[in-house]
């Protein structure tokens, strides 16, 4: 075995809790890892190259061409390999779960680094659609809210609720406002003033249980819950408590995007949850309202059905798992004195604690069906999609999987994969299971890539560009040329405004009717409201329309460029946007090593803010910077200023790592100058590099 060496708390990790219980040793866990990295490496090697020989091929065209037609641009990129022959296959992947295949739905992403945040999302398969109206604005509230219950809220909250019930679930000849009682039975009778009434579908009565009914419409389930002496219930014309939907249909755990994970402690940390998950043993326990909470798993949920036989619906969310892309290396594991593909080892740690599930040693099951699933991002290519099958199926062959236990989900948010999609999924047709579109990162990307032909509109500006939205529906078009409806998920990307649900109710809509059968949400109540559009859109249906729709692939080939200089005042505008926006991500990633935040923009309005859109806002200033829209000075004394700003926002935030007065010694505002400053040199505008730099150093003092 190569000479290997692991972090403490990494390999205290597998010792104690991975391996025990799946009968692999230590020395042949890492004996496998060892292997892969030297079967693997050198064509990650190769594939990284090749992206860096393309990027100079872009950068020496368009230092030469300005202003290229589309027509000229593709071919160009034609005759450079970039934009490969279009190879269209049918996807053949079989044995994934009925949350993959056949129910459309919301989708969380938390980071696998916090336990209780996992433990929720999990969890929220079924969410309290009371709650989530009560406590956010999508009813508009008038006034501050009573301590406790308050019933002026309550009874608005039922008012919407018989709203919506009598459009999702109409009854024949009244209104849910006004049943006094639903009654389960062989057949739902909901009583009211006038007499018995039935649903106007009596197919949507899927059973009961012990305190409630439950209905079904497009394949999901929503129980109205029954207690009269409930604080709620008292106050309700039915006694009902509430109104549990089914909302977070599968929830990606994330190692990448979302986390901090710098070394061997934070690692462990995250594949920590994702064993703990998996084997059900996972708790956290914290303090609400001044009592201790320990948040667990749910179980399974037990009705009986219309003819009386009994039946349990999922308690919790279908998990897969978001490994990093090819790029990433980390020194917790060193293999021959070299830091490991962390990609691989991600890949195998999650497979190895997925043994759990595949084995039926955890408390739930996550697989059904006996699948695993992972994530992979940032593809740039066919051969890398090619390799990450080729990865997966080492790792099954060595852990003792089936062949295709390990199934992938693709995410499209780099250019050259998006132009090349049809290829990328060809090359893992009997593994993939989902697509997705990422509107930050293909941002950030389409920025870097063509760099040199000149400065980019604005950023909200890339929202209408042609580009986005070719790309917005070709993603869709090519999963459904490709077979994805019935077998596969066909994904759209995060509402990033956590705490503006109103405007998500109002626009969110648009992605199942944009033939998506999943789409990503920021928390919980957000899963819970934004269910009600797969609820009111039959998301197969509307494939069905959608199939045989061809977006042109040369529509992602219009470059985003500014038309005219903007002004002096819009400069400032967009420069100060991108610097706070950078600056408030940044000092809590290195700081305070949080991967994913809610950070106050200028406006005080809390934005979801990630790598991605970290990526877009420092390539945007980057790509400004080399073209003299804005100077270094500039950018310099702008970022000065929007730290002071950035630190009187989050001055409550606990053990909060100012950045003002001393600048130079802040490895957060230093880390943010240097995102901008070597943008244009860091490979595919990533920021992984600078951030892990600056973190260790933080950690390290």
Known sequence: MSNLTVDDALAAFARNELLPGIGI?????????????????????????????????LDEWHSHS?????????????????????????????????????????????????????????NARWGSLFDALYGTDVLPRAGELAPGYDERRGAQVIAEVDRLLDELFPLAGASHAAVTAYVPGSVFTARTPG????????????????????LRRNGLHVEIVTDPGHVVGRSHHAGVCDVVMEAAITTIVDLEDSVACVDGEDK?????????????????????????????????????????????????????????????????????????????LDTLVCAAAALYDLRGLGKHANSRTGAVYFVKPKHHSPAEVELSVDIAAAVESALGMPRNTIKLGIMDEERRMSLNLESAIAAAKER??????????????????????GPMVRKNDMKSSVWLNAYEDRNVDVGLASGFAGRAQVGKGMWAKPAAMADMVEQKIAHPQAGANC????????????????????????????????????????????????????????????????????VRWVGLGIGCSSVPDLSGVDLMEDRATLRISSQHIANWLHHGIVSEAQVRETFAQMAALVDEQQRDVANYPAMCPGLANSESFQ????????????PNGYTERVLTKWRKAAKAR
């Open 519 to 586: 789409a990503w949400v920021p928390s919980p109540t957000a899963a819970t409201l934004h269910a009600l559009h797969y609820l009111r859109t039959d998301v197969p249906a509307r494939q069905a329309e959608l199939a045989g729709r061809a977006t042109p692939r040369a529509k992602l080939l219009e470059l985003p460029l500014l038309t005219a200089r903007p002004t002096a005042e819009e400069i400032d505008a967009e420069l100060r946007t991108n610097a706070q926006s950078i600056l408030g991500y940044v």
């Open 195 to 214: 007499g018995d009434v039935p649903l106007a579908d009596p197919s949507q009565y899927a059973g009961r249980s012990d305190k409630g009914v439950l």
């Open 25 to 57: 040793t230590e020395s042949e866990f890492w004996g496998i890892l060892a292997d892969l990295q030297a079967r693997f490496a050198p064509r990650i090697a190769s594939l990284l190259a090749r992206r860096d020989e393309l990027q100079e091929a």
């Open 268 to 344: 462990a940390a995250a594949y920590r949850t994702w064993l703990g998950l998996l084997t059900g043993d996972l708790s956290a326990t914290f303090t609400k309202d001044g009592r201790e909470i320990t948040r667990t798993a749910n179980p399974d949920r037990e009705y009986l059905a219309p003819d009386g036989s009994r039946f349990t619906l999922h308690g919790r969310s279908l998990l897969l798992a978001r490994t990093v892309g090819h790029h990433m290396r980390t020194d917790a594991v060193l293999v021959d004195s070299m830091p490991v593909a962390e990609g691989i």
């Open 432 to 453: 993939v299971i989902f697509i997705n579109t990422g509107f930050l990162d293909r941002t950030g990307d389409e920025i870097h890539s063509d760099f040199l032909a």
């Open 671 to 682: 880390a943010a100058l240097e995102l901008v400053f070597t943008g244009r040199e860091e």
């Open 66 to 122: 300005e202003q290229p037609s589309v027509a000229e641009y593709e071919a160009f990129l034609t005759g450079i390999g970039y934009l490969e022959p279009v190879r269209q296959a049918q996807i053949t992947v079989a044995g994934a779960d009925a949350e993959i295949t056949d129910i459309s739905g919301p989708q969380l992403v938390v980071p696998a680094t916090v336990p209780r945040y996992a433990l929720n999302a999990a």
